[in-house]
Structures are given as structure tokens and as C-alpha cells.
């Protein structure tokens, strides 16, 4: 793991940072990836650049007459809490939907996804139908390059060294200007692209004028498909031209075989999604199901206060209580929760997957294991320990697990309560469906679920009609 984290006050001194950084520096923002690759041993980084602190310079989600612009510090909550992206960047919000879970999407940023450079990475391919183009910057200046010419390669950019992605940009869809973001994965949350499609086309009524389709999981990178846009432009969008667009996807991939799929079920796939989307954008259905209200797992909190801490210690807020975090700076935020006794916080995967170790940090549910100890410097963090509101009163989910009888072997329950509190603060009354999509990111070794769900619906009902709950 790294011995270091250096973070930056602005991005200036960030630019400079990482222009004299050595081998082995490592820019970190969400960390959902970067983690994930230390404990695996892939590119090991001995000392971390934070871009945590930049959130004023990075963090943002703006439209600008016709066009969105979104910071390096965007996450894909960003996206989805954005009502204008649901309406004009449809296959954005919708690949940012599908992305992990919802402590995944509370800190995973949509730049960090498109450095990643995997070939399965969802918003990649929508960005690249909408012709995104990416703004680097260095502290020798700043250039724009088209997200066509980003990756020359399997898992590689045109970054240069010092260079970091500032902002993305693409231009908003009009009524004559529509688009579609479709997926098929092995399980309906934290899952890795079997295939994924985007289209976005421009249409003036009878024809469709222009066509960019672009899919991921076929290819060392994400790419355009310009025989399936020529057969698309310039004619109608019917079943005749839709079902020959899908046999084209079909002849012009030359896809692999993995532990996913197998090159031929991928071929056939690819077919088959491009016919969806193409019917669906011809029916006007693909916005279907998508709604603006998306659970987040994340609510307001009071800005952190500043802080310092030396050698390796770092304080924070834990439960109510200043703490100290001892050697935190070369940990996981996990672990360091663990060596001070926040035993309740469990790890399960250590790779972001099971949610075992959901926590709230400054107001988001998110996977320690996946976070930096050093991003916690001065920040609020609730564990389960502290999610009863006293030492004689539980918290409501809590009373109502028991009460339904939810806890089994009890290992992922803590994660589990983390995840259902932060959505009963999040709404009041939550739909079963919202229940399930809370803790889409926790897996419980034991159960099915059932009782859990009947739990956190009892809960919010004991909170809005204590008169309704069954004796």
C-alpha cells in the first residue's frame, strides 16, 4: 500500500505536485478503482496525490447555454441528482445508473471511469456517442481532446505526464437530438459490462440525419461502430433499417471470449442490443422507467472543519467523538476504523463488492475499504457504533430488525443498517424498490433477503404512521 498522501489546497499546487512527482505517485479522488488495484498489486503506488480538497475547483456539474461541463471531482451522484442531464444527457444518467451500487456512486467520479480506460466501463460509451471531449491540463497549460482520440489503446490514454483530466464537455440534446444507454450484465447490481450500448441520434421527423453508436466490452477499447451509422443516416428508423443496423453490429465486432461471456454469446448480444435501442429510440420509449428521483445514499452535511494531524495521525469526528486515527495516512479508512475499535465495521471483500463496511463519511454511505484513510482527515464519519441515537435507545431499522427478525449470522448486517438508515434519511416513506436498490451493494451470506427489506419498510412506517405497524 502507499506510504504517503500529499493533498493539495488547490489545483495549482496540485499541477505542480504532480509535474515533480517521482514513480510510484498516483493521483486519488474516489479511489473506487485505485484501491481495488493496490490490494490486488497492480500499479503500485508509493505515495498518493489527494484531489479531494479541490471540490471547488472540480466538483460540478454545469450547463452552459447548449452544453454540460463536468468537473474531475464529479461523481456519478453528481450526474444523477442533475434533472437537466435526465433530460438532455439520457444515456449519461442512465449509464451512471448502472454503475456498482450506491456507496460505489457516492464518491466513484465519471473522470475517474473514463481514465480507468477499461473497455467495460459504462460511461464511456455514451460519453463517446454524445462526441464528449475531454480538457486536460497540465502545469505547462491546457488542451481539448475529442473522447474519439483518447484511448490509442487497451487500458491507455493520450494523458502525458503531469497531465489530469479537468473537465468533460458535450453538448446538450435537443428535441431533434435523442439517445439511449442499454446494458446486459450477469446480476442486476455490481456488475461489470457483459456488453453495453449507446446510441444517440438526430432526427428531422423522417429521417434519421445523423447516428452515433458506440459500444463497450467488444474491443481492447470502447469504440464507434461507422458501419452500423452509415446504414442508420439518411433513412428512416424503421424495422427494416433497425434489424440491419443490428446484423452490421453484429458482422463488424470481433469480440473475445472471457469469464463473462463467450465471443459468440457477445456477438449475438451486440445484435440484439442494438435492435433494442434502435426500437426503442424509433418508439420513443427510452426514457421508459427512468426516473429523476434516484436513490443516493447521500444527504447534506455541515462542511468538514480543518485539520492537520502529524505522522501518519489524522483526526476525525467518529461517532460524535473527536478521535485521533493513528498511521491512518498508509491505510484504508477499513482499517483505521478497526485499529481505534470500530470492530462493527466489517471487511468482507476488501474490494468494494460486498458493502460489509458501509459507513457514512460527511454524509454519504460509502465502502471503507475503498476509501483512503488520509480522505477522512477532519471529516464527520458515523459507524454502526454509532447509529443508535443514545445508549438505551437503538435506531429505528435497528428495533425493526429485531422485531422482523433480519439478523442472522450477523456479519453483513452492520453494512447492511448503514445502508438502510442513510435511505430512511434520504426519504421517508421509501418504495420496496428503493429498499432493494439501498442495499443493492450489500450481499448477506444467509438470507434472502425478504426479512431485511420487511424490516426497513417496517421502520419507515413506525416513523411516519406508528398507529399502522402490526403488534
Known sequence: MWSSVYRPENLADALRAWRDADAGTRLVAGGTDLVVEQQR??????????????????????????????????????????????????PLFQACVEVGAPQIRTRATVA??????????????????????????????????????????????????????????????????????????????????VINVAVVLSNDGVKVQRARVALGCVAPTVVR????????????????????????????????????????????????????????????????????????????????????????????????????????TTKTLLDALRDVGCTGVKEGCAEGECGACTVWLDGRAVMSCLVPAAQARGAEIVTIEGLARSCDELHPLQQAYIARGAVQCGFCIPGMLMAGAKLLEERSEPSRSECQVAISGNLCRCTGYRKILDAMEEAAVQRTHPQEVPA
Open 41 to 90: 498489486g497492480v500499479k503500485p503506488a508509493k505515495r498518493l496525490i489527494d484531489l479531494t480538497a479541490l471540490e471547488s475547483e472540480l466538483k460540478y456539474v454545469r450547463r452552459e447555454v447548449d452544453e454540460f461541463a463536468l468537473g474531475a471531482l464529479a461523481t456519478h451522484n453528481d450526474v444523477l441528482a442533475s434533472q437537466d442531464l435526465r433530460l438532455h444527457a439520457l
Open 112 to 193: 475517474g471511469n473514463l481514465v480507468t480506460a477499461s473497455p467495460a466501463n459504462d460511461t464511456i460509451a455514451p460519453l463517446l456517442a454524445l462526441d464528449a471531449r475531454v480538457v486536460l491540463v497540465s502545469a505547462n497549460g491546457e488542451r481539448a481532446v475529442p473522447l474519439s482520440e483518447f484511448y490509442p489503446g487497451f487500458r491507455t490514454t493520450v494523458l502525458q505526464p503531469g497531465e489530469l483530466v479537468r473537465e468533460i464537455r458535450f453538448a446538450a440534446l435537443r428535441e431533434d437530438r435523442r439517445g439511449v444507454f442499454l446494458k446486459l450484465g450477469l446480476r442486476r447490481a455490481q456488475a461489470i459490462s
Open 225 to 328: 461502430m461507422p458501419t452500423v451509422e452509415a446504414v442508420l443516416d439518411g433513412r428512416p428508423l424503421d424495422a427494416a433499417n433497425v434489424a440491419l443496423a443490428a446484423e452490421r453490429a453484429a458482422q463488424e465486432i470481433t469480440p473475445i471470449g472471457d469469464v463473462r461471456s463467450s465471443a459468440e454469446y457477445r456477438r449475438e448480444t451486440v445484435a440484439a442490443l442494438v435492435s433494442r435501442a434502435l426500437t426503442m429510440l424509433a418508439e420513443g420509449r427510452e426514457a421508459k422507467n427512468v426516473h429523476g428521483d434516484q436513490v443516493l445514499l447521500e444527504t447534506p452535511c455541515a462542511p468538514r472543519a480543518r485539520s492537520t494531524g502529524t505522522n501518519g495521525t489524522l483526526t476525525a469526528t467518529v461517532n460524535g467523538i473527536r478521535r485521533e486515527l493513528p498511521t491512518a
